[in-house]
């Protein structure tokens, strides 16, 4: 065991898991203000759901002994045999206690990215039924395909830091989610304005902060790929942000708080999958690239009719996917290399990559939504909807007027 490797993880995933409030404080201040716990309670108890279920049974489906290459085996349950001490024919230099909980804060706020997608009109208890079974039954799997020695990592597709277990997975599932749970009561007749941007400015920071433990932490040992994977997730988003707001400008005439935090948030996203295999022009590339692609994205969900509350689709889903093709064309990290490097077979690995994630994800997450809704219902009724969920599902206000 290292001492230094160690304490770099746990630091690591204490900088993940503050990024679950981020996220929460993120979205809290893109609803309108009668929504707004309901909101940022849709985050926060992610952090008591997801984790119990990721020690109980979560960890051994993604990281227990391979079956078929398709999911883990039971020889981790209640973490049993997750130990204090490396073994001696591991190749980390950190105990699998502190890899465990460093892949659970990973396992918290990916169900939570969904949340966006249908935020202000799901009710609270399928929510979390939902976001239950969305866990165990896509999200525990993509991570042992990919992280765990399943066939996408048999494959070679690379994802350093969760392009397809988290981005894309949450972004094919957000599209289910609009699809099936409708638009908002009133959306495209009536504003759905923004009630605290300042609150979104606050938790876009601690997303930006907490990617650091997000990407630089996927290394799992403190060294030169942790230092690099840092700072091309810094120059990622400075670029994607610069990049959202300039198009924002030529396009509407002016540069908005909101496409800056949305920009640094596409360039966090499409960086993820690269951040270990790629250099800093690259990583700068890519962000300039990633915030006009998915400010189109997000402009394109009006003309296809779908009523994505928080942009889920359009930054993670789109930002993911473009991460994860362009860690085909850049990667150059040791055997890891792209085209643009000599090796072509990667681009088109990462591809089949992609599809197989979007398919799984989506079909599986508009089936998980469609058993719900049958046995529960999602949906808020047009009463509740209208109060606000605060109210209806909480009992509870945001502010005092």
Known sequence: MNAADTGFVLISAALVMFMTPGLALFYGGMVRSKNVLGTL???????????VLWAVVGYTLAFGTDVGSLIGGLDHLFLKDVGLDVAEDSALT???MAFMIFQCMFAVITPALITGAFAERMKFGPFLLFSALWLLAIYCPMAHWVWGGGWMAEMGALDFAGGAVVHMSSGAAALAACIVCGKRRGYGKEPHIPHNLPMTILGAGILWFGWFGFNAGSALAANGQAASAFAVTHFAAAAAALAWIGIEWWHRGKPTTLGAASGAVAGLVAITPAAGFVSSMPAILMGLIVGVLCYGAVLLKTRLGYDDSLD???IHGVGGTFGALAT??????GDYTGLFYGNPGQLWIQFLSVVATWVFCFAGSFILLKLVD???GLRADPESEMKGLDIAEHSETGYQW
Not at 41 to 51: A, C, K, N, T
Not at 328 to 333: D, Q, V
């Open 374 to 376: 049958a046995l529960f």
């Open 41 to 51: 309670m849709q985050s926060f108890i992610l952090l008591g759901l997801v984790s």
């Open 328 to 333: 085909g064309l850049f990667a150059n990290y």
């Open 312 to 314: 889920v689709v359009g």
């Open 94 to 96: 950190i105990p699998p």
